[in-house]
């Protein structure tokens, strides 16, 4: 079964500073991987995802994840944070097959990302 | 375009009662999920829907938990009886077909007493 880890349950940077969260998946398949936000009492938002096209995936919010599969990585950075930033992140791979619509996401513990100013 | 609609935001009932959530998904999205968003993990399926065939529902408890689509549109997850462990967000959400990426509801946040 595809899992996925992210290193730190919590992350504090600086306002200004560069935001690096970690996420490691298992599969044993080419993964289909993502990254979404949730700001406090909300629902989960979708920041990047990354379907074996670019290895590159830029988001929104100037965000943007790097598939590695040599490291089995897929790690979310932005080179500048803000304060509205601040806010839980989680990163998911995907099972199943798009072709049959039947994709299923398994999702990390969650990185908290806090900003000092 | 209208996102995914989830009623009640916020429910507390005590043990043993029974509660239901509703989920209204995005117009043409085939697939619909129900997700169990404990406080400070990460969401976990419970089950998937699509259209109005149950896809999996391997981790539902069968015993207290149930869900249904009628007619592949709307659909409403029950508890019955809540536990004390049940004290979770409940969340929706749907996917159109052929596509990777879910979109999410709300939550409907269930504290159990």
């Known amino acids: 079964a595809q899992s996925v880890t992210q290193l730190g349950s919590h992350v504090s940077v600086s306002e200004g500073a560069l935001v690096l969260l970690r996420c490691n998946y298992s599969?044993?398949?080419?993964?289909?991987l993502f990254w979404y936000v949730q700001y406090p009492n909300q629902g989960l938002q979708l920041l990047l995802k990354?379907?074996?096209?670019?290895?590159l995936v830029k988001g929104i919010n100037g965000f943007e994840a790097e598939f590695k599969k040599s490291e089995t990585s897929f790690h979310l950075t932005k080179p500048s944070a803000h304060m509205s930033d601040a806010a839980e992140y989680f990163c998911?791979?995907?099972?199943?097959?798009?072709?049959?619509?039947?994709?299923?996401?398994?999702f990390g513990q969650g990185t908290r990302l806090t900003i000092n100013p | 375009e209208a996102g995914v609609a989830q009623s009640p935001r916020y429910k507390i009932i005590e043990k043993r009662q029974s509660v239901a959530f509703w989920c209204n998904p995005i117009?043409?999205?085939?697939?619909l999920y129900w997700y169990q968003q404990i406080l400070g993990q990460g969401p976990k399926l419970l089950i998937q829907?699509?259209?109005?065939?149950?896809?999996?529902d391997s981790q539902l408890p069968k015993d207290r938990f149930s869900a249904e689509r009628l007619k592949g549109v709307d659909s409403t997850l029950k508890i019955q009886p809540a536990k004390l462990e049940d004290s979770a967000v409940y969340l929706c959400?749907?996917?159109?077909?052929?596509?990777?990426?879910?979109?999410f509801g709300e939550g409907s946040r269930l504290t159990v007493l």
């Open positions: 959400a749907s996917s159109p077909l052929r596509d990777r990426g879910l979109f």
């Open positions: 599969s044993s398949v080419p993964p289909y």
């Open positions: 990354y379907t074996s096209a670019a290895t």
């Open positions: 998911a791979v995907s099972e199943g097959s798009s072709i049959q619509g039947a994709q299923k996401l398994v």
């Open positions: 117009s043409g999205h085939a697939t």
């Open positions: 829907f699509q259209n109005n065939g149950v896809v999996d």
